[in-house]
């Protein structure tokens, strides 16, 4: 299987160089012959790639550890649920999954592009081809080929890393790897678009889904990623500003953007030169992350070990970033804009700023995630940029976005009146103000807090008003009930209303990471029937009682567990158990450092967190922390709410017309003349 799964990445491999250089000459010499070759090119190409993914699973289920990969990841005594996802728990396993998703992607963008944009396809296949041919080069030249067998055969492998067998990452990599690399796909519509000269909104139109998808992809691959570093990691938070979390947040960040601006290039035939800016920066920022995930030159606990498979991904950001910033400057003669801003006070100037704001966010996250590499390099000394950089900056700009969410809607295209404003704006206004009014009653005096929370109020006051006048439209029109009406408002405009929804998730995020101002935490070392208590910022002391230390075997690991009882205002509220874990081998040898299990009480308010952090000189005394996170489970609730927005958005369809009510009136005839 692993001779097969070889010579399918060198068919794959050759056939993709072909598939690229017929699909651009193809496209440029309109040779219909070339076009149809490189599109049969990708499809062959994916073909081959499953071969070897599915050569590689073989290995990995059989346990053949005298393949490198298969030793490196996984152990006679691994569980199966893991030995799946060992696929692309390693670097070169990743690159392999990478590649064969991406000509999946692409293979089915060509077979489901409608007839009117085929004059984008050859380019498309082209664009596709060469960069899963990259993939693929990288495993073949770049000393990441995973069916590289070993001089022997050990008699286990070292297994999985503890940290990733959790269920969070059997999900969280592929979700974000589906968001990096669908990414591609209207990176190439939008380079077709530039080397056809086809630069009208059909490009725009062709890759609608496709963006939704990335960025549903991203959305989802993030939110699944804070969630295992919550209750994997063991340090009390879900977002540190680490480099590989940054780096999957600039291309979200940018793709919102796209997904905010292109509304105004399709109702107003503006923006065209930033759109097409901001497809292509989103890909390379793709590719960019992959970069730092690969290539070992900053420091992060999600990152691969460093290798030389950094700069191959270097040398084709840099080739991939000038050629095709190339050939944008040579179109923008072509992209002239169809109408001017008319107005500072028009949604087209507050979806301008929001994409401000979102690239300046985007900037100041890859400034502090590059200052460490550019230090070291005109300094030589690496200066690490830590999380009050980041919150520092982009704290202030999230809070100006949060307002931008809640103000766009309001305002009416190409210029708006100031009746209509006051109109428009006075229950929003009301009842964000309200909202501030009962916070600063109640005692809250952070600044941040204050405002997170009175602007989620004014947002999700705008996303109220908008349903409710949409629904009595519809009653007014139809005679629907309002439920009904409500219902067939969304069905039948899924972008707008759908959006509403991603802006009431956003919301609950805001609101959500503002609990974590308030978030306390003490440590402690106790004996079997000594405690500690805790007080939260709602006023209640919490006390956790160490009941005991066990020990026990499990399937491929040592168990120490200590049990902790937790009460609330003195009435006991449960018992959590908090875990350190020694993972062994299939012959009872230890490998990798021993991990952490948290012991996790979730509330709507807040989250009770437990960290077994040592055990004293092999006795049943403990070092502990305890962590109270108020707010927590709306972040993972934000989350989803979301998901279900992109997923409405993207929902095809839309169903039937709804039919007017039957209403007495004058019969009108139109006779032709004779």
Not at 145 to 164: A, E, H, I, K, S
Not at 325 to 334: D, E, G, K, S
Not at 440 to 451: I, N, Q, S, T
Request: proline share 4%; net charge positive; aromatic share 12%.
């Amino acid at each position: 299987m692993t001779v097969l799964g070889s010579v399918a990445l060198w068919v794959a491999f050759l056939v993709g160089v072909w598939g690229a250089l017929a699909g651009i000459v193809g496209g440029l010499k309109d040779r219909p012959d070339l076009q149809r070759s490189a599109q049969h090119a990708v499809y062959a190409m994916c073909v081959a790639l499953i071969v070897a993914v599915v050569s590689l699973e073989v290995a990995l289920f059989r346990h053949d550890f005298n393949v490198e990969y298969v030793a490196a990841y996984t152990s006679r005594n691994l569980p199966i649920f893991y030995t799946w996802s060992a696929l692309y728990a390693g670097q070169k396993g990743s690159l392999l999954f990478w590649a064969t998703v991406l000509s999946l992607f692409g293979s089915l963008a060509l077979l489901l592009t409608p007839r009117h944009h085929r004059v984008f396809l050859p380019y498309v296949a082209g664009v596709v081809a060469l960069v899963a041919s990259f993939f693929v080069s990288v495993m073949l030249f770049g000393q990441a080929n995973p069916f590289q067998r070993l001089p022997y055969t050990p008699v286990d492998g070292n297994g999985l890393n503890p940290q990733l067998q959790n269920p969070g990452m059997v999900f969280h990599p592929p979700m974000l790897y589906l968001g990096y690399i669908s990414i591609t796909i209207p990176f190439a519509f939008a380079m077709a678009a530039l080397l056809s000269k086809k630069l009208d909104a059909d490009w725009l139109v062709a890759i609608r889904k496709w963006t939704l998808l990335s960025w549903l992809f991203l959305s989802i691959g993030i939110c699944l990623g804070m969630w295992w570093a919550y209750v994997e990691l063991g340090w009390g938070g879900y977002w540190a500003w680490d480099p590989v979390e940054n780096a999957s947040l600039l291309p979200w960040l940018t793709m919102t953007a796209f997904l905010h601006s292109v509304m105004i290039q399709e109702k107003r035939g503006m923006l065209k030169k930033w759109n097409l800016a901001l497809i292509i920066g989103s890909w390379l920022l793709s590719i960019f992350g992959t970069f730092i995930t690969r290539s070992g030159v900053i420091s992060s606990v999600h990152s691969f070990t460093q290798s030389n498979v950094g700069y191959f991904f270097l040398a084709f950001l840099i080739v991939a970033g000038t050629t095709s910033f190339a050939v944008y400057a040579t179109r923008l003669p072509l992209l002239e804009a169809d109408a001017r801003l008319e107005s500072m006070v028009s949604r087209e100037a507050s979806f301008l700023f929001n994409n401000l704001l979102l690239i300046g966010i985007a900037f100041s996250v890859l400034w502090g995630t590059l200052f460490p590499i550019l230090s070291e390099l005109f300094q030589g000394t690496k200066v690490t940029v830590g999380p009050p950089f980041f919150n520092q900056v982009n704290i202030p700009l999230g809070l100006a976005l949060l307002a931008l969410t809640g103000i766009g809607p309001l305002i009416a295209w190409r210029r708006s009146s100031l009746p209509n404003l006051r109109r428009q704006f006075a229950v929003p206004a009301t009842a964000g103000v309200f909202t501030l009014l009962v916070l600063l009653v109640a005692g809250m005096r952070d600044f941040y807090v204050l405002m997170a929370i009175g602007l989620g109020g004014f947002v999700t006051a705008t996303v109220v008003q908008e349903f409710a006048r949409g629904a009595r439209a519809r009653h007014r029109q139809y005679g629907e009930a309002y439920a009904v009406a409500l219902g067939r408002l969304l069905a039948r405009n899924r972008r707008r209303y759908g959006g509403y929804i991603v802006h009431t998730g956003i919301v609950i995020l805001f609101v959500a990471f503002s609990g974590m101002a308030f978030k306390t935490e003490t440590e402690a070392t106790l004996r079997p029937g000594e405690s500690v208590s805790l007080t939260s910022p709602y006023g209640d002391t919490y006390r956790f009682t160490h009941l005991g230390i066990s020990q026990y075997d499990a399937l491929n690991r040592q168990v120490t567990a200590a049990t902790v009882e937790v009460a609330r205002n003195g009435k006991n509220i449960g018992i959590l158990t908090t875990e350190k874990r020694q993972h062994v081998d299939g012959l009872g040898r230890p490998t990798f450092q021993p991990s952490t299990e948290v012991g996790i009480m979730s509330t709507l308010r807040l989250d009770v967190y437990t960290v077994l952090a040592g055990v004293v000189n092999g006795t049943e005394q403990a070092v502990f922390r305890f962590t109270l996170n108020p707010l927590v489970w709306w972040v993972w609730y934000g989350g989803m709410v979301v998901a279900l927005g992109g997923l409405i958005v993207m929902w095809p369809g839309g169903g039937a017309p709804a039919v007017k009510r039957t209403q007495a009136g004058y019969a009108v005839r139109l006779v032709a003349e004779q």
